[in-house]
């Protein structure tokens, strides 16, 4: 009910990219994990995407350095908004 869409999907050049869905994982390919709830009664959705690339040992999270938790988050854009502040 709270889970609209997919769970993953191709990545290349394209966002979606067109894959076969029955062909075993290798390495180059990149997928996308995005689990996500919405809820409409509380307009309310939240979802994070990582993008995930396939090697022949672990995969690597592409999106590993990405702030996620609100005060990361936060900090991020202060450090953003007090380097444009100096570039003006």
């Known amino acids: 009910r709270y889970f609209m869409h997919g769970t993953s999907h191709f990545l290349g050049l394209d966002v979606h990219d067109v894959g076969n869905k029955y062909e075993p994982m290798k390495a ?4 996308t994990c995005e ?3 919405y809820i409409p009664e509380e307009n ?3 979802r994070i995407e990582n993008n995930i690339l396939i090697t022949t040992k672990e995969p690597i999270d592409l999106m590993s350095a990405i702030p996620i938790e609100v005060e990361d988050i936060e900090e991020a854009m202060r450090e953003a908004r007090e380097l444009r502040a100096m570039a003006h």
């Open 28 to 31: 180059g390919m990149v997928f």
């Open 35 to 37: 689990p996500g709830i």
């Open 44 to 46: 309310l959705g939240i």
